[in-house]
């Protein structure tokens, strides 16, 4: 009797232009298709947390009224030691990456609230 061949350490399906899973691949639990981490998945919250332009207060975003919004960016901005533009620059750039990182997900009311808060932001920095 002809001894048996060992297999490979690669499986392979029969279809054509099929991946294959290589043992390597199979330890890691991880997919070709690219299941990341959820760090990975969420860099929109970590740039509000650990922006380089400023510290905002928890729940800034979701404070009742746009005064109360402008005033606490324009407080972080002027505090922050860290940021590369002005204080209104920094503020409002944050307030708009918001916005635009929570696109139709946002409720109306919120938009709408937050569209005041950009127009409290301009007032507050004397900038009409």
Do not use: C
Not at 21 to 28: C, F, G
Not at 45 to 74: E, P
Not at 94 to 122: H, V
Request: net charge positive; charged share 35%.
């Amino acid at each position: 009797m002809a001894p048996r061949r060992k297999t490979s350490a690669r499986k392979t399906t029969a279809r054509k232009g099929a991946t294959r899973t290589t043992t390597a691949r199979r330890k890691t639990g991880t997919r070709k298709t690219g299941t990341r981490k959820t760090s990975s998945r969420r860099w929109s919250q970590r740039v509000t947390q650990r922006s380089d332009a400023l510290d905002l207060d928890r729940g800034v975003f979701k404070q009742t009224s746009g005064k109360k919004i402008a005033a606490s960016l324009k407080r972080s901005a002027e505090r922050s030691k860290r940021r590369k533009a002005g204080a209104y620059r920094s503020a409002l750039s944050m307030l708009t990456f918001y916005i635009n990182r929570a696109g139709k997900t946002l409720p109306q009311a919120q938009r709408a609230r937050l569209e005041r808060a950009k127009l409290e932001l301009k007032h507050q920095f004397g900038r009409e």
